[in-house]
């Protein structure tokens, strides 16, 4: 139908990606869902049509790979759909050390976080600046605001996906273009994030009941946010209040404060 509209979601099959699917599904998007594993793919495609009346692609990408965001592309433009909406959500991280992870692991942190990233943003702008109809959702964070010492790649990586999804949302707004680029930038969330990033047995994940939102309501929001064509979209008082006093303190003061939360704790 013309009137139907498609969201393309990277790291749709767990955390806010899944969740931020299932938002788009409850409002008759189509998906294409993104995830580096078949089965998991197919089990999120098999939850979400149960669910909701709505078609979806499953494409099986490792995003950390090099050239991969073209080969997405070059996929996508191949099937003949239009990407009405980029979600670009799938990212990790790394606990530890600088000096004590070896640099591969930096590698796909950045090839992912920022480089496919930045790929599939550049491919699929240019495409919604063309049509002049289009929106990205980039998956920022509040780590983006603060340096980050025992996750330091992961905060300058998604310092990087802050600012440039601020700079895009100024160059389209002076385009006088209806293309819209926001930033969500959630705190902790409860995901599956922190497991595969070696930080079971930190303060944050400890305070988790303290500290930690639900996917659902930081998807709930940033759906909100991503319509209304909001820039920066922080989940929750509290991550707006803490984001909005640390950017006025020091930076080796944030670093401090930041670390404390990286640290292991005893059980
Ligand atoms: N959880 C938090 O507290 C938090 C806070 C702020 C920002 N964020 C950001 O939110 C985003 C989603 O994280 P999450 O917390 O929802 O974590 P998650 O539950 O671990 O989900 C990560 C998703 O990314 C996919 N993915 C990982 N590596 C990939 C690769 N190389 N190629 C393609 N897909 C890949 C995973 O799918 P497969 O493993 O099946 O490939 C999964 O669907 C990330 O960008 C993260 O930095 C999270």
């Known amino acids: 139908m013309e009137n139907e509209k498609t969201v393309l979601i990277t790291g749709a099959t767990s955390g806010i990606g899944k969740a931020l699917a299932h938002q788009f599904a409850a409002n008759s998007y189509n998906l294409i869902i993104v995830g580096r594993h078949s089965d998991t793919l197919l089990k999120t495609k098999e939850e979400l049509t149960s669910q909701y009346s709505i078609k979806i692609w499953n494409i099986e990408k490792d995003l950390a790979q090099d050239n991969a965001g073209q080969e997405l592309y070059d996929e996508v433009k191949q099937s003949g759909h239009t990407v009405n909406v980029l979600v670009n959500d799938a990212g990790v991280g790394e606990r530890g050390k600088f000096v004590d992870i ?74 006088n273009s209806d293309v819209t680029v926001t930033c969500l930038c959630p705190g902790p969330t409860d995901t599956n994030f922190f497991s595969k990033a070696n930080m079971e047995n930190t303060r944050v994940v400890k305070q988790k009941d303290k500290l930690m939102k639900e996917p659902k309501e930081v998807a709930e929001g940033a759906y909100k946010a991503l319509m209304d064509g909001e820039r920066l979209y922080i989940p929750g008082a509290t991550n707006k209040i803490m984001t909005f006093i640390r950017r006025a303190i020091p930076k080796s003061m944030q670093a401090n404060i930041q670390k404390q939360f990286y640290e292991q704790v005893e059980e």
């Not at 480089?115 to 699929?124: A, D, G, W």
């Not at 063309?130 to 983006?144: C, P």
């Not at 310092?159 to 949302?169: D, I, M, N, R």
């Open 102 to 175: 070896p640099f591969t692991k930096y590698s796909e942190i950045i090839h992912l976080n920022i480089l496919s990233l930045t790929h599939l943003t550049s491919l699929f702008l240019n495409d919604m600046v063309n049509r002049n109809e289009g929106k990205i959702l980039q998956l920022g964070s509040i780590a983006g605001f603060q340096p980050g010492p025992l996750l330091a790649v992961y905060h300058a990586s998604k310092a990087y996906v802050v600012s440039l999804s601020e700079a895009l949302a100024t160059e389209l707004n002076d385009m």
